[in-house]
């Protein structure tokens, strides 16, 4: 994956700056001397990347060549009149923009337009059928004026974006070979042959807009997380303001089925949040004071009051809205392949109709009348059958709509190209703490030693963990409860082994046993079960040690065994140590998996991996599983939108923090890649039937019509159906 070279020095630096060269976890607990503690050691970075993509493009996007990076670029550039993006067919480009949310009111202009140009079209009909019996001539003249105006109401937005392609480069395109095409079988006094084409054009185009409505369905309720407008509490009143007017601090009203503008705090109330449109769990979440909410959920209780923590462009919505954006820029092969194709295809194609037209009627008694009344029209009926729409619009949709399934199953997928990916995928590495655990530690025994009492212990646990923020620090605490630790000074951390301190004129000590016995303390207790363990010492003695273990997630073992089912080779990789690694691997149904790996050694692990040949998924989440994942084929993020590193570094993010969608993630992966496959078997079969057809018999300008609007409407229902 081409783009996470850019971002290697940045992992690789923060590799190095989590110290593990001495070959043990910076945190300072001993994890049976493994390093799987899930830590984020807060190393910030400086990816030195824009992140906004809103980059200018000179001559406007779409002119010449076109801009062919796949950024969303606010579409702020001409769109053609038939409600859709020009550009963006010609390109293969889908918006996802704010401006552009398609609803029912869009398509009430080509729905009118379609309307009226078949009723002239009709009434066109009636007077040339009467012209037959008239000889005044009048019906026949207005049937050609009904006919004309039938095609201007409906062809003329088409005509124009043609003619504009012209003055800026862009000749060869969908609308220069139905502007010729039908103009042409008017000119040849097919008027309603003509009038058709632009007719069953307009409504493929309708047809695809709607498609691609349907298939943003669940990025554009993703796009709906910002909150415009909140209620904001100033002393004992309330005022209505901008959201992104809110600074930390400020105290917002949110009430029943208001979204929550901010990451926050709820300060008063007790309700239930919908946070399905970020996790895709459709389950609400109960919520009372002091709990922690996030910026674009729903409140589907009672009225509650949110102390604002984060301005919005922080929360993890803001995040998400911009990892789907970025799905824009990654675009798959299959799509890069038919852009390419297209771009030579159609010149060529007005080659060939020029070739068939001009060349076969020099064999003819009469050029001009072999010209007029045989190969031109054949030249213009392989103009039709030639427009490459079908392939064009519906590769790039069936990839947005799969992107658009994963993310209600809780899967990112950064672009169409990493979705591709997932079928070659047959080896998945997957981290542990955080992964298929839940990565919250419970203290489950505190062992003193001989001659110690367990409040002793714990006392000192206390005063150790007391100024540290490691989650297994943090869980010691909980357990020991609140305790008097003023009095503590020097207080300090030895890197990869655990902290110290002097109170009241003692020494202490917690963290591993290498911290121990660099400090000349002999343990001869020395834990030997599964679980993470922080071992205490005061004034260079022993005072015993706190086991702490982790929970497996409730649905690790039906994805492991999902995957599995799927032909998948799962392999857990660890910084715990082996027993604690052997009792997570039976409990979630791994049979391989390797313990005590330092976040250079699952590196290590992947590409040997890579290097036997294997295409290697690994998933993991905190800093520490960055290089790993950086290193992957397809690297995945668990839950990781707070971990800047991690979420650039990975090719794919799981929003709620749960593997559950994964399994899901590759069956639309596969369906993508069969329906896109078929979209272009089908396409260019019926096409090249058609054009042998148009050239070997008489030309039928209407089954040309039918059979490219067809197509294009077959495989934009191949695209988006579910």
């Not at 032909?567 to 313990?595: C, F, P, Q, S, W």
Request: glycine letters at 12%.
């Amino acid at each position: 994956m081409d783009d996470k070279k850019n971002i290697d020095k940045r992992v690789e630096g923060a590799h190095e700056e989590c110290d593990h060269g001495a070959g043990v976890c910076s945190c300072g607990h001993d994890h049976e001397h493994g390093h799987d503690c899930g830590h984020d050691h807060k190393h910030g970075h400086d990816c030195g990347h824009d992140h906004k993509h809103g980059h200018e493009h000179g001559r406007g996007h779409g002119e010449a060549e076109g801009c062919s990076c796949g950024h969303c670029h606010g579409h702020d550039h001409d769109r053609s009149d038939d409600g859709g993006c020009e550009c963006c067919a010609q390109k293969g480009h889908v918006d996802i923009s704010e401006s552009r949310k398609l609803n029912i009111s869009q398509f009430i202009k080509p729905i009118m337009q379609i309307a009226v140009s078949a009723v002239l079209l009709m009434m066109a009909a009636m007077c040339g059928f009467g012209a037959k019996d008239d000889p005044s001539g009048g019906l026949g003249i207005a049937s050609i004026v009904l006919h004309c105006v039938s095609y201007v109401v409906v062809g003329y937005g088409y005509v124009f974006q043609a003619v504009k392609g012209v003055f800026r480069g862009d000749v060869f395109n969908e609308n220069m070979l139905m502007t010729v095409a039908s103009i042409g079988a008017m000119a040849l006094g097919e008027y309603a042959e003509g009038v058709a084409v632009m007719l069953l054009y307009c409504i493929g185009e309708t047809l695809q807009d709607a498609a691609i409505a349907r298939s943003k369905g669940n990025i554009v309720r993703l796009l709906d997380l910002k909150v415009d407008r909140c209620l904001r509490v100033v002393g004992e009143n309330t005022e209505e303001v901008d959201s992104e007017s809110l600074a930390v601090g400020d105290v917002v009203i949110v009430r029943r089925g208001e979204k929550i503008p901010s990451d926050g705090v709820v300060e008063d109330g007790e309700s239930a949040v919908d946070c399905s449109s970020m996790t895709g769990e459709s389950v609400p979440v109960a919520v009372s004071e002091g709990s922690e909410v996030s910026g674009g959920t729903v409140n589907t209780g009672d009225t509650i009051r949110v102390r604002i923590t984060k301005k919005f462009e922080d929360t993890q919505a803001s995040k998400i809205l911009k990892l789907v954006e970025e799905a824009q820029d990654n675009k798959p092969k299959a799509q890069k392949l038919i852009t390419k194709f297209a771009s030579v295809y159609t010149p060529a194609v007005f080659a060939l109709a020029l070739i068939v037209a001009f060349i076969p009627p020099l064999f003819y008694d009469s050029y001009a009348t072999a010209l007029t009344e045989i190969w031109l029209k054949k030249a213009l009926v392989f103009l039709v059958i030639s427009c490459p729409c079908a392939l064009v619009i519906s590769i790039p949709l069936a990839f947005f709509a799969g992107i658009g399934k994963c993310s209600a199953k809780g899967v990112l997928v950064k672009g169409g190209n990493y979705l591709e990916a997932m079928r070659g995928i047959d080896v998945i590495c997957m981290d542990k703490t955080g992964t298929l655990t839940k990565g919250v530690f419970e203290v489950t025994s505190a062992v003193p030693a001989a001659g110690v009492g367990e409040e002793r212990l714990l006392e000192v646990a206390a005063v150790c963990e007391s100024m540290s923020t490691h989650p297994i620090a943090l869980s010691v605490l909980r357990y020991v409860g609140s305790r008097d630790v003023a009095g503590i000074e020097d207080y300090r951390e030895y890197s990869g082994r655990g902290v110290g301190c002097t109170y009241n004129g003692r020494k202490l000590l917690g963290g591993n046993l290498r911290l121990m016995y660099d400090n000349g303390v002999v343990v001869t207790d020395v834990h030997e079960g599964f679980g993470s363990v922080v071992y205490f010492a005061e004034d260079g003695k022993a005072l015993g040690y706190v086991t702490l273990s982790d929970t497996v997630k409730e649905d690790a073992k039906e994805v492991v065994s999902a995957l599995k089912a799927q032909g998948k080779r799962v392999i857990m990789l660890t910084g715990d140590g082996e027993k604690t690694a052997e009792h997570v691997a039976n409990e979630v149904g791994i049979e391989e998996y390797h313990a005590s790996l330092l976040p250079e050694d699952k590196y290590a692990y992947v590409e040997k991996c890579k290097a036997e040949g294997a295409n290697v998924m690994f998933v993991g989440d905190g800093l520490n599983d960055a290089p790993a994942i950086k290193a992957a084929n397809l690297g995945v993020c668990v839950g990781g939108l707070g971990n800047d590193a991690s979420v650039e570094a990975s090719d794919m993010v799981l929003s709620g923090g749960s593997v559950s969608g994964l399994p899901a993630a590759f069956v639309v992966a596969k369906t993508t890649k069969n329906r896109v496959t078929g979209n272009i078997v089908i396409s260019l079969a019926v096409k090249l039937a058609i054009m042998v057809l148009s050239i070997v018999f008489d030309p039928m300008m209407w089954l040309a019509v039918v059979a490219d609007v067809g197509v294009c409407i077959v495989a934009i229902i191949n695209s988006v159906r579910r």
